[in-house]
């Protein structure tokens, strides 16, 4: 008769605890390289805000008192790889630091990569100059706030804000400068 067959010996417990070592750091590398890709191709930008043109389609100056209707018309670019959705937006119009005028701007979308052009219009109510002159100064806050979906899984908040410094004629409303 021969010699009966080796017997196999089982795996030790270092030789699993080093392949779960061994693992763990791939797996470990393998996020790294994921977190590494995200932040340089898909990394989610600011969109692109910018005042075109600011207007007072209706004025009214009366016993230092003024009203008139507001109009300011922006250019919002979505630089993303994906849709840019908007939804807590609003327009607030400011003079001599207190509020005079808000406008909630409806919730949208902007595919990636394209431009939207937006007009905002809103009547301001009556309020009295405190220094009555041949100009008045009014400031805009604009404010673009949303969610920029990445990989169809991930959520990112961004947001875009122009503020904007408006000079505006008391003689006839015409507007005489603005910058952003």
């Not at 400011?94 to 509020?99: F, K, N, P, S, Y």
């Not at 109510?125 to 979906?149: C, H, K, N």
């Amino acid at each position: 008769m021969g010699k009966p067959p080796p017997i196999q010996k089982r795996p030790s417990g270092r030789t699993n605890l080093a392949s779960c070592i061994v693992a763990t750091i791939f797996l470990i590398f393998v996020v790294i390289v994921a977190c590494i890709v995200y932040l340089t191709i898909f990394k989610p930008k600011d969109p692109n805000l910018a005042v075109n043109a600011v207007q007072l389609p209706a004025f009214s100056l009366s016993n230092s008192t003024v009203t008139f209707t507001f109009s300011q018309y922006v250019t919002l670019n979505n630089p993303n790889r994906a849709a840019f959705s908007h939804y807590d937006s609003s327009l607030q119009l400011l003079h001599a630091g207190r509020q005079v005028g808000f406008m909630f701007i409806p919730a949208g979308k902007i595919d990636a990569g394209r431009t939207q052009y937006m007009a905002a219009t809103f009547s301001v109510q009556s309020f009295p100059l405190s220094l009555p002159g041949p100009t008045m100064e009014l400031e805009s806050r604009l404010e673009m706030a949303g969610r920029v979906r990445v990989l169809h899984l991930f959520n990112h908040h961004v947001g875009a804000r122009a503020d904007c410094w408006v000079s505006i004629s008391l003689t006839d409303g015409s507007v005489l400068a603005f910058h952003c």
